[in-house]
């Protein structure tokens, strides 16, 4: 009988030592998923200030592009608008030159 409460004192003692060691890992696991946590919020933190540069980077973009689109238009239809005049004053300067030529003026 001795040798059975000395087996079974030797198996309780494994299974305090197992316990203790099952404790330290679930105190692990615990600060592993406190941690886990911190880093998802810093990640969810960082992907939501990505997105807003993002959002405010397509607005200026977005801008500018627009107002690219304006300057050519108006350069466009300045360009346009010069060509026209120049165009009518060069048929101006022709018929005066036909007029000075007919008319004999030297």
């Known amino acids: 009988m001795d040798e059975v409460r000395k087996e079974k004192q030797a198996v309780m003692d494994q299974i305090k030592q197992i316990d203790e060691k099952l404790k330290d890992i679930d105190n692990e696991i615990a600060l592993l998923e406190e941690k886990l946590k911190s880093a998802t919020e810093k990640k969810d933190l960082a992907y939501e200030t ?3 540069l993002r959002r405010r980077r397509d607005e200026v973009v977005g801008t500018f592009y627009s107002l690219q689109l304006c300057n050519i238009v108006s350069m466009s239809c300045v360009y346009h608008h010069t060509c026209l005049d ?21």
């Open 86 to 106: 120049v165009t009518k004053d060069l048929e101006f300067v022709g018929c005066n030159l036909l007029v000075m030529g007919v008319l004999g003026w030297n």
């Open 50 to 52: 990505l997105n807003a």
